[in-house]
């Protein structure tokens, strides 16, 4: 079965950018059969879609947070990535990188704490 | 935004028991409903898809129902590593998907 493990800073501060990278095992991310995704859990808002992009680089993005959004795939590190610009504390969440169809998450990584806090 | 309500908040039950979780949309999500379960310091795992599809896995124990705005999940006999908290989550309105507050089943 296809893994994956989140990485990236676990604290970062106010106003900079959140930098994750979720790298995935045991097949390939260029195989064309799921979507890669982001998703957070807040403590008390609960989970939230973030985005999510296909091997060709096609990306799809919550509305909510389109504007300070980007994800990114390198399939020759079989990777993809989350960038989130000017963060505050309300981005404080359990970051979950997933697979899946277009409609559901089918496998989801064990997620990294990213704490904003100055 | 579709939203998702889930009720109840927590279930009381007892191994053996029958559990029954429901999930309602703010409007007609068709049959574009999932169920995910979580455990503590865990990721959700997907047990239900497409409203009644059982995942890779999946025990038959677990069943999904509903269409439109109503959908329930069904545990027919839970087990001792069923207690743990249930996630709907929809995808009518892609590409944005919303996911419910959850259903935590206790002891």
């Known amino acids: 079965q296809v893994q994956l493990q989140e990485s990236g800073p676990g604290l970062i501060k106010p106003s900079q950018t959140l930098s994750l990278t979720c790298t995935v095992s045991?097949?390939?991310?260029?195989?064309?059969?799921?979507?890669w995704s982001w998703i957070r859990q807040h403590p008390v808002k609960g989970l939230e879609w973030i985005g999510y992009i296909y091997y060709s680089g096609d990306t799809y993005y919550n509305p909510s947070l389109k504007s300070r959004v980007a994800i990114s795939v390198d399939t020759s590190k079989n990777q993809f990535s989350l960038r989130l610009t000017s963060v505050t504390a309300a981005d404080t969440a359990v970051y979950f990188c997933?697979?899946?169809?277009?409609?559901?998450?089918?496998?989801w990584g064990p997620g990294t704490l990213v704490t904003v806090s100055s | 935004e579709i939203v998702l309500t889930q009720s109840p908040a927590t279930l009381s039950l007892s191994p053996g028991e029958r559990a029954t979780l429901s999930c309602r949309a703010s409007q007609n999500i068709r049959n574009y409903l999932a169920w995910y379960q979580q455990k503590p310091g865990q990721a959700p795992r997907l047990l239900i898809y497409h409203t009644s599809n059982r995942a890779t896995g999946i025990p038959a124990r677990f069943s999904g129902g509903g269409s439109g705005r109503d959908f329930t999940l069904t545990i027919s006999s839970l087990e001792p590593e069923d207690f743990a908290v249930y996630y709907c989550q929809q995808r009518s309105d892609w590409p944005s998907f919303t996911f419910g507050p959850g259903t935590r089943v206790d002891l």
């Open positions: 045991g097949g390939s991310i260029s195989n064309g059969a799921f979507y």
């Open positions: 997933a697979y899946g169809s277009p409609y559901y998450f089918d496998f």
